[in-house]
């Protein structure tokens, strides 16, 4: 078929249709429309990308070597897999908005996932350093179940494990050279604290929620080498971070 041939059927197929080009507007508004949904995607995927970040950051990582794990063993156990995978998300939302704008079908895919995931993380970390992310951690404890049970049960296992030298709950009361804990798991530890340096003591009150790393000496009692404020948000039956326990006795009654 010759090239008149083709351009007198498309000639012909134009007539008996009727068919009429689209205004330029349409154009403008559809491209418009896709730009618009592609930052869109990218901004949520930046929030999302922040919490993940947060979530590593304030992992416990010096109790890692204590359960038995290297670095990569316990970051992949530990992983935000739930962020992550929404971050997966709206990575592929952002990289399907810009193919369909004006000139996105010229670059790439590898290009544009690998521009989108980097442009994600950047702006996470905006967030992050804005405070956004530990609000956004704060607000899915509070409202998403699962993501309650799944963060509570991970840390609730990894810090119950006294014989491995890792004990977390509340300070019920702080002496000279002991604290008084209530575990996670509702024990009641004597912690002494000779050995632990007089800086991180000096931070401690009761109602402090803190993880606490040493040995254990026998049942209720425990040595501690290191004692830290815990790290992150974290839930206990409705109770959000190391805040004073009437703070989160109040909460749990608001929820």
């Given amino acids: 078929m010759t090239r008149e041939d083709i351009s007198n059927k498309i000639l012909k197929k134009?007539?008996?249709?009727?068919?009429?080009?689209?205004?330029?507007?349409?154009?403008?508004?559809?491209?418009?429309?896709?730009?618009?949904?592609?930052?869109?995607?990218?901004?949520?995927?930046?929030?999302?990308?922040?919490?993940?970040?947060?979530?590593?950051?304030?992992?416990?990582?010096?109790?890692?070597?204590?359960?038995?794990?290297n670095p990569v063993t316990f970051g992949f156990k530990t992983m935000p897999f739930?962020?992550?995978?929404?971050?997966?998300?709206?990575?592929?939302?952002?990289?399907?908005?810009?193919?369909?704008?004006?000139?996105?079908?010229?670059?790439?895919?590898?290009?544009?996932?690998?521009?989108?995931?980097?442009?994600?993380?950047?702006?996470?970390?905006?967030?992050?350093?804005?405070?956004?992310?530990?609000?956004?951690?704060?607000?899915?404890?509070?409202?998403?179940?699962?993501?309650?049970?799944?963060?509570?049960?991970?840390?609730?296992?990894?810090?119950?494990?006294?014989?491995?030298?890792?004990?977390?709950?509340?300070?019920?009361?702080?002496?000279r050279g002991s604290i008084e804990i209530e575990s996670l798991e509702g024990g009641r530890w004597t912690v002494n604290t000779i050995a632990v340096p007089e800086h991180l003591l000096a931070s401690l009150e009761e109602g402090m929620v803190v993880g606490v790393i040493g040995e254990k000496e026998e049942k209720g009692v425990f040595s501690a080498e290191k004692i830290r404020p815990w790290k992150g948000n974290f839930m206990r039956r409705g109770q959000i971070n190391h805040r004073p326990m009437k703070e989160m006795k109040l909460f749990l009654r608001t929820t």
């Fill in 14 to 69: 134009i007539k008996n249709e009727n068919l009429k080009p689209k205004p330029k507007w349409e154009f403008l508004l559809k491209n418009y429309i896709f730009w618009g949904a592609f930052i869109i995607s990218i901004v949520i995927g930046g929030l999302v990308a922040s919490v993940a970040i947060f979530r590593i950051i304030n992992n416990d990582w010096d109790i890692a070597g204590r359960l038995g794990h």
């Fill in 82 to 175: 739930f962020w992550l995978i929404i971050l997966a998300i709206f990575i592929f939302i952002a990289y399907y908005n810009f193919k369909h704008t004006k000139k996105g079908y010229k670059f790439q895919l590898p290009l544009t996932i690998a521009a989108s995931i980097i442009a994600s993380i950047v702006l996470g970390f905006a967030f992050f350093g804005a405070g956004i992310a530990k609000q956004m951690d704060e607000q899915a404890l509070r409202r998403i179940p699962f993501y309650q049970s799944l963060n509570f049960d991970n840390r609730m296992e990894m810090w119950a494990q006294t014989d491995k030298g890792v004990l977390a709950g509340e300070i019920t009361k702080i002496t």
